[in-house]
């Protein structure tokens, strides 16, 4: 049994290895065009025309291969399971980079960025400039058109493993939404086995050299060095904004392994625990010492470990998703 799962997360490394070197081999059907170009995406519905019956959006975040299409049915079949399905838009977006676009002849107007700098929120490298967190801010704002959507609710944030990390950075710089507000919709995060948090002080769970690991506190492991989109924001006002925003930490039970081939070993990362489940435990518990009247939830998935489908489709997943 370990032997084949060894062979799995050796075929795990090789196809992220390849994904990113050579580039991805499904490129979602859907384009969204912004300003900056148009962002690939996949969506269970035609959002183009008005959705009367749709009363909650789930945009859903892929990992580091960019499989944005897996998530989508993943997403879609949690959405049916809850039987929630008719009344839920799914939309997943794909953050491309150079070898996608080379490797498919996609058009020069679908945006792209390198490598994996979008799970950070940098910018797309072409054809113009938008960060990853801008990307999701106009799929938000276009949601919130009553025109298309007269009875939506609300929308979830989700996303896991690499898609984990962005949405948790997400919504700890994520800008305001007024007419979220104005029109009582609901803004949800769901942060799903993340390999690592944004942290709001220099202090760690976990012993270490500073001097080794001179980078441990800048972004997307701390406050140091913020990227673009949190230009006007100090530390002190995206903690405050980020701790009284709804978001909950679906964390599996198994994903414990410290030498998991996706699982970021960074100095800066393994300043935050050894494996995914206690880094995930860790952070929770430092934003409750920080806050003690903290609204975020913590959810385990028994008998799941890195795996983002088992882990939206389980009932600890359907109800995070869903509420």
Request: glycine share 10%; with cysteine.
């Amino acid at each position: 049994m370990n032997k084949r799962w060894g062979v799995l997360l050796g075929l795990l490394v090789c196809c992220s290895t390849l994904a990113a070197e050579h580039g991805v081999k499904e490129v979602s059907p859907d384009r969204f065009h912004l300003q900056a170009g148009d962002l690939s995406l996949g969506l269970s519905q035609d959002w183009r025309q008005p959705m009367p019956q749709v009363t909650r959006a789930l945009i859903i975040v892929h990992g580091r291969l960019r499989n944005a299409q897996t998530y989508l049915r993943s997403g879609v079949d949690a959405a049916r399971q809850a039987g929630v399905g008719a009344e839920t838009l799914v939309i997943a977006p794909q953050f491309l980079n150079q070898a996608d676009v080379k490797r498919n002849h996609l058009s020069d107007q679908v945006l792209r960025w390198h490598g994996n700098d979008w799970m950070g929120g940098a910018s797309s490298t072409g054809p113009g400039q938008i960060s990853s967190f801008g990307a999701l801010d106009q799929i938000i704002k276009h949601l919130s058109d009553r025109k298309l959507f007269p009875a939506l609710k609300q929308i979830v944030v989700a996303g896991h493993s690499g898609g984990g990390q962005v949405v948790q950075r997400f919504a700890l710089t994520g800008h305001a939404h007024p007419p979220l507000q104005t029109e009582g919709i609901s803004l949800r995060y769901v942060v799903a086995n993340p390999s690592s948090y944004a942290y709001f002080s220099p202090q760690r769970p976990v012993k270490f050299d500073a001097a080794r690991c001179p980078g441990f506190n800048d972004w997307k492991y701390g406050m140091q060095n913020l990227p673009d989109y949190a230009k006007g924001q100090g530390p002190q006002q995206l903690e405050q904004a980020y701790v009284s925003r709804d978001i909950t930490y679906l964390l599996g039970q198994q994903d414990t392994d410290p030498n998991h081939p996706a699982l970021d070993k960074s100095c800066e990362a393994e300043t935050q625990g050894a494996y995914r489940l206690i880094r995930g435990h860790n952070y929770f518990d430092y934003l409750k010492l920080r806050h003690p009247q903290l609204s975020h939830r913590l959810v385990e998935v028994p008998g799941v470990g890195h795996d983002g489908d088992r882990m939206f489709t389980s009932p600890q997943g359907q109800k995070a998703l869903f509420n």
